[in-house]
């Protein structure tokens, strides 16, 4: 771990969706945006830039619903973000535009998540699904280095 920095900080899906005003989330409920793997700066630095090309070969673009369900709990989220989704396609591009910067801001808003400062041997389980992470990047020249495992659906 660094001495400093290298926080990880989760924002909660659900509570960015439930948040929304109820004629607000009655308009997105029935959208449909457009994802892609974006510009890919990190995982090109990361994994290199043939990974990146073959990351976008495999996983073309595609769409979703602005609302997801959870398979599980059958709770609504917002399923949209800054990095991933380009577009809400049911809408004019000055439209699309406007909605999906007021959703991504709000997505990310303090009160939808939370700060973690990590220490040595810690453990941390959360639903990707219904959440977005960001690791803080304050850190540098020293490094945080973490094993990361994906689990499938248990049920």
């Not at 990146?52 to 619903?65: I, S």
């Not at 599980?72 to 991933?84: D, E, H, I, S």
């Not at 809408?91 to 007021?102: D, K, T």
Request: charged share 25%; net charge negative.
């Amino acid at each position: 771990m660094p001495e400093r920095g290298g926080d990880t900080l989760w924002a909660s899906m659900y509570a960015a969706y439930d948040g929304l005003s109820e004629a607000y989330r009655h308009m997105i409920d029935r959208f449909t945006a457009h994802h892609d793997l974006g510009d890919g700066e990190a995982f090109k630095s990361k994994g290199g830039r043939k990974a990146h090309e073959m990351a976008n070969e495999l996983l073309p673009d595609t769409r979703h619903p602005v609302v997801g369900t959870h398979p599980t709990t059958g709770r609504k989220f917002l399923y949209v973000n800054q990095q991933f989704t380009r577009r809400i396609v049911d809408l004019e591009p000055n439209e699309s535009a406007a909605v999906l910067g007021f959703l991504v801001d709000h997505a990310v808003h303090p009160n939808n998540g939370l700060r973690h400062t990590w220490t040595i041997g810690e453990l941390c389980l959360w639903d990707e699904r219904a959440t977005q992470h960001l690791a803080t990047a304050d850190h540098f020249p020293a490094r945080r280095e973490m094993a990361r495992v994906a689990v499938g659906d248990l049920v």
